[in-house]
C-alpha cells in the first residue's frame, strides 16, 4: 500500500531553517506530482508547495515564495522542503501529499488522494 512518512519537524527560532523529508512507497513516484500541506491549530489545511514528477514544475503559496524551496530525488522516493526565514506564522504540522492525476488543482485538497501523518514545525518568536 502507498505509505508517506514525513521527517525533519522540530522546534526552531524564528530566522532559522529546517528541512522537511517525504519518504514515499508504494507508488509510482517518479510520475507523481507531491505537494506539502500545512495546518495550524483551528486552521484548516493550507498548501504550501507542490514539484511536478519530473520536478520541473513548482508551485508555492503566496506566505513562502522566496523562504521555502520544494525538491525531490526521484532516485530516493523522496520529497523534500527546505524552509528557510521562518516565522512564528509557519507555526503548523506539516504533511506531505501525492496528487491524483488529472483531478482538481494542485494548490486544493481535493485533489490528493494519499497523505502523510505530518510533522510538527514549531517556530519561536
Known amino acids: 500500500q502507498v505509505q508517506l512518512v514525513e521527517s525533519g519537524g522540530g522546534v526552531v527560532q524564528a530566522g532559522g531553517s529546517l528541512r522537511l523529508s517525504c519518504a514515499a512507497s508504494?507508488?509510482?513516484?517518479?510520475?507523481?506530482?507531491m505537494a506539502w500541506f500545512h495546518q495550524a491549530p483551528g486552521k484548516e489545511r493550507a498548501f504550501v508547495a507542490a514539484?511536478?514528477?519530473?520536478?520541473?514544475?513548482?508551485y508555492y503559496a503566496d506566505s513562502v515564495k522566496g523562504r521555502f524551496t520544494i525538491s525531490r530525488d526521484n532516485a530516493k522516493n523522496t520529497v523534500y522542503l527546505q524552509m528557510n526565514s521562518l516565522k512564528p506564522e509557519d507555526t503548523a504540522v506539516y504533511y506531505c501529499?501525492?496528487?491524483?492525476?488529472?483531478?482538481?488543482?494542485?494548490?486544493?485538497?481535493?485533489?490528493?488522494?494519499?497523505w502523510g501523518q505530518g510533522t510538527q514545525v514549531t517556530v519561536s518568536s
Open positions: 501529499a501525492r496528487k491524483q492525476s488529472g483531478i482538481g488543482t494542485y494548490y486544493a485538497l481535493l485533489g490528493y488522494n494519499y
Open positions: 508504494g507508488l509510482t513516484f517518479s510520475s507523481s506530482t
Open positions: 514539484i511536478s514528477g519530473s520536478g520541473g514544475s513548482t
